[in-house]
């Protein structure tokens, strides 16, 4: 290899060059190795964001669209409205169970499909019976994930009543949002704004 291909910038960029006619062409007996590389910015992924995607997205029940809608809400900007507003501890508790209900409903949602599931593929596991064992067993194997995950939500929602699980992440940032908001204000009062 010499010294002179590791220099890019005095060959054709490779977005220019046409990499089906350079390998289609008749005649050509060169090989033709080129890899167009991906250009990934920083800022697609935020360090310090907790994202739904890549390799840090959910599986299971969490990664569901309800649960997923349900985090993807700004917890931080509606608690500091309710402070900014509001200013009392009142509010912030109303503020608080308005965030659990909601999970709890969502909960019950996701819940509601998962359980909708397990009877459709026991509905099938039953019809199936005695034709074919190993169809039989990857519904009893699928049935038996959703029955983890019904009771993965089944805790969720029980802990979300002690605010514990799941849910502590939207209460913190609620809380956060409303200490801001507060904070502001009283900043703005004192300020005479």
């Known amino acids: 290899m010499q010294l002179k291909n590791l220099m890019p910038w005095k060959h054709q960029a490779i977005e220019q060059i046409d990499f089906e006619a350079a390998s289609n062409k008749e005649g050509n007996n060169e090989v033709v190795n080129i890899t167009k590389m991906p250009h990934e910015n ?49 509010s912030l508790e109303q503020g608080s169970e308005a965030v659990i209900a909601q999970f709890q409903n969502t909960i019950s949602i996701v819940m509601d499909e998962v359980q909708a599931k397990i009877d459709g593929l026991r509905k099938l596991e039953i019809q199936s019976d005695g034709i074919s064992g190993p169809y039989s067993q990857q519904l009893k194997s699928v049935c038996l994930r959703l029955e983890r995950d019904l009771s993965t939500l089944n805790e969720q929602l029980e802990l979300s009543g002690e605010r514990k699980g799941w849910v502590l992440s939207a209460l913190n940032e609620y809380r956060i949002g409303f200490d801001r908001g507060l904070r502001e204000a009283i900043d703005a009062e004192l300020l005479g704004l």
Not at 64 to 75: A, E, H
């Open 42 to 90: 920083p800022l697609d992924q935020p360090v310090g964001l907790v994202g739904i995607r890549g390799k840090d997205s959910p599986k299971g029940p969490m990664a569901s669209f309800p649960v997923s809608q349900f985090f993807s809400q700004n917890f931080i900007n509606q608690g500091r409205y309710t402070g900014s507003l509001q200013k009392s501890k009142e």
